[in-house]
């Protein structure tokens, strides 16, 4: 079964691959017609066609914009490691997953702004991914799952140096592989 | 008197340019008080024109101190090379209170020799003379040892020209070609090598005391670990990697230990490694950040940063005969912000980073009375590292948005900036004096 669930993932990382590589070919209804005609269908009976209602979304929840999975960076205040109430949630939706998902394999980094002393804020980027990884912990998934580790302020997303900036680059992030 | 000290303001020294990427020395500020005094171009007796202007380098060189006041060319009366030449009077007259002068000897073997004497302008004698042998390679150096026995023998104190700094240089930023390069330069930034290159995070480099080794942070391996390089040799080894932190090493005095934060136990700890054996002694035991050790000059404390009080700060902790450690003492109280000591090598001051009012700026506290000064007045200052001789702060701050260094002397009254063409230059640590 397990095997089955990994097959599936590959399939639709994929897919996804080729849909990125190329964009989709544009539906053709002259060469559905024709292909019609080639099935030797009689043009003059009943066109059948199918509504679109919509079937949600179909790919990995990961992907979903909707899911709560699909948040995967969380931002701190200035020499905090204190993750808001909603992302606690979110991220209990991330522990919730990789429980159910146990070959899924995830590495939190934690980072720092710049301000301050550069081993100070690689200490405190450990704290904030491990701020993280205790919050999914609890929710049982296993250790082996996890690792984590701290850049400090040496790998900042944002470059500039100010507060919005800064309120980026504080931050802990959540790498799924292959997403 | 004006005029001189206009001329010491905003004076950039930009000397000739190599095609490698050097530091270039600003100095912004200059000093009320310092000494004036004349550095005569040296003379050259040999084939074409002279290697290099000793003169300019022990110029720059004392100006960058501080504490001197070199006189400009164009003011000079007359350009003797050696004592007898001297119109003491007509220095006197410029206000000049010391000469020195020199010349400089092609030897037929390729080699040279320096001769130099500094001359007291004001009583019309001579305070220190020598002739000092050189080779091709070795001019600049050479300089800067006629520049440490010019300083000491005017200020009472060891020079510290003639040492090395190491430094971390940052380019592509946030672009997926970031790289790190780990370099050592002379003190005046000039002879940049470059002693590691990655295109991972490389930090916190420490020279050990005997001048030749740096140990470092690298994540190569896509995590950090603490190594240790002979700068001279390349040779290299791990010194940790253990899961979580390695980082912030810091080296004994005597050379024999390393101090560095681990997190392996869960939390940020101080530690101290046995080079002999890489067997570690855990230092300090707590939930909060401790990292950034430095050592007491004499070995037998370390200072740390801690949060265990809230904010970081500064603490301190006495090893006894075994390394084990007393309970750590609160040293800062100024400030939310004190964090990455540096103890100056006389061991009565450490400097910081203090953070204050949204700043953050290079600090030093005085340990016997506790007294706090602020040095710098920047807003991202950072990695304060003092000269061997504790007379200068070299250290990191931000700049049109650029990391580059900046030193500052110990009374705060004189600054400079060492910047390079490009990239992010951060992380300066200055190394010891050279082992004769």
Known sequence: MERRI??????????????????PPKEDAGAAADAGAAAGVDQGADQ???????????????????????????????????????????????????????????????????RGSREYNMALG???????????????????QIQYIS?????????????SAWGLNRRAELLYSGY | MLGRMLSALFVAIVLVMPARAELTIQISEGVEGS??????????????????DIAAIVAADLRRSGRFQPLPREDMVGEPHEAQQVNFQSWRAVGTDNVVVGKLRALADGSYQVQFQLLDALRGKQLAGYSIPSRPDQLRQTAHQISDIIYETLTGQRGAFDTFIAYVVATGKGTDKATHRLAVADADGYGEQTILESTQPVMSPAWAPDGK??????????????????????????????????NAPAWSPDGKRLALTLSKDGNPEIYVVDMATLRLQRITRHYAIDTEPAWAADGRELFFTSDRGGSPQIYRVRLDASGAATRPQRLTFE????????????????????????KYRIAVQELNTGILRVLTDARLDESPSFAPNGAMIIYATEENGRGVLAAVSIDGRSHQRLSLQSGDVREPAWSPFKRL
Not at chain 1, 154 to 163: K, Q, S, T
Not at chain 2, 336 to 356: F, L, M, T
Request: proline letters at 6%; glycine letters at 10%.
């Open chain 1, 6 to 23: 990994q097959w599936v993932l590959i399939v639709v990382f994929v897919l996804g691959l080729a849909a990125c590589a190329a964009p």
């Open chain 1, 48 to 114: 059948r066609q199918g509504a679109d209602l919509g079937t949600g979304f179909q790919g990995h929840p990961l992907d979903d914009p909707a899911s709560p999975l699909s948040k995967r960076v969380f931002y701190f205040e200035l020499d905090s490691s204190q993750l808001s109430e909603e992302d606690r949630e979110i991220i209990n939706a991330h522990a919730k997953y990789l429980a159910e998902h146990p070959e899924v394999n995830v590495v939190i980094e934690g980072h720092a702004d710049e």
């Open chain 1, 126 to 144: 450990e704290r904030r991914a491990l701020t993280v990884r205790q919050l999914i912990l609890v929710q049982g998934v296993g250790q082996q």
């Open chain 1, 151 to 163: 850049f400090g302020e040496e790998r900042p997303v944002a470059l500039g140096h100010d507060d």
């Open chain 2, 35 to 52: 000494l004036p005094i004349a550095v005569v171009p040296f003379g050259f007796e040999g084939r074409g024109a002279a290697p290099a």
């Open chain 2, 213 to 246: 080794r740096l140990a470092y942070v690298s994540f190569n391996k896509g995590r950090p670990a603490v190594y240790v390089q002979n700068v001279v040799t390349q040779e290299v080894r791990v010194v940790a990697e253990y899961p979580g932190l390695n």
């Open chain 2, 335 to 358: 400030g939310r912000y004190n964090a990455r000591a540096s103890v100056s090598p006389d061991g009565k001051h450490i400097a910081v980073v203090h953070g204050a009012d949204g």
